[in-house]
Nanobody, 121 residues
Framework: VQLQASGGGLVQAGDSLRLSCAAS????????MGWFRQTLGKERELVAG????????DYADSVKGRFTISKDNAKNTAYLQMNNLKPEDTAVYYC???????????????WGQGTQVTVSS
């Protein structure tokens, strides 16, 4: 699977952004999708995951109630809707895919390139 992430940018605290992850090359519907983020000096962390069936989601505590992950099998695209953004959400965001997985996993099968999200106070 080739993954192409987009939608990052510079916003102010309280704003919203929607990240997209377009997939190609394999049967997208068989893949769980996740969004990870990483800042300098820190490990990459999973912030949101959706199961391969799209019926279950999970979120890091820091983003619960603000972020929503979804996947559209017809468009071969996963999304991360980010609302009420905070400066601490500033990071490079990566989408990832794992075959027939649930909502939380540490070792994806495929990574997309990162997209920078910067939230100013």
């Amino acid at each position: 699977v080739q993954l192409q992430a987009s939608g990052g940018g510079l916003v102010q605290a309280g704003d919203s952004l929607r990240l997209s992850c377009a997939a190609s090359g394999r049967t997208f519907s068989n893949y769980a999708m996740g969004w990870f983020r990483q800042t300098l000096g820190k490990e990459r962390e999973l912030v949101a995951g959706i199961s391969w069936r799209g019926t279950s989601t999970d979120y890091a505590d820091s983003v619960k109630g603000r972020f929503t992950i979804s996947k559209d099998n017809a468009k071969n695209t996963a999304y991360l809707q980010m609302n009420n953004l905070k400066p601490e959400d500033t990071a490079v965001y990566y989408c990832a895919a794992k075959l027939w997985a649930g909502t939380t996993w540490a070792y994806p099968d495929y990574w997309g390139q990162g997209t920078q999200v910067t939230v100013s106070s």
